[in-house]
């Protein structure tokens, strides 16, 4: 299984990026796929996450009306755009695969992304 995340990048704050995660090696679509992200020193944390059967989307509140996130099953893809970026959302962002539900909780994801780095300059 290998889960590819791009997109990342230096923006100002106020702007806008989108995140893309290519799967390959898993039924994508039976598998929900969730966002976290990682600041040295902290614990991975929550982001969103979108079911594998109805398209449901959970959201940390913290990125709550100003992220949204979306897949396409005919492209093994995973999205997430961000906007109204906050200097706070700088950090590494990783794409997951989880088999057995839809979770926020990172100890329930099955399969990891290598990350990629959000810079959100004030």
């Known amino acids: 299984v290998q889960l590819q995340a791009s997109g990342g990048g230096l923006v100002q704050a106020g702007g806008s990026l989108r995140l893309s995660c290519v799967a390959s090696g898993l039924t994508f679509s039976r598998t929900s796929m969730g966002w976290f992200r990682q600041t040295p020193g902290k614990e991975r944390e929550f982001v969103a996450v979108?079911?594998?059967?109805?398209?449901?989307?959970y959201y940390a509140d913290s990125v709550k009306g100003r992220f949204t996130i979306s897949r396409d099953n005919t492209k093994n893809t995973v999205y997430l755009q961000m906007k109204s970026l906050k200097p706070e959302d700088t950090a590494v962002y990783y794409c997951a695969g989880d088999v057995a539900g839809t979770h926020t909780d990172r100890r329930n994801y099955d399969y990891w992304g290598q990350g990629t780095l959000v810079t959100v300059s004030s």
């Open positions: 979108i079911s594998w059967s109805l398209g449901t989307t």
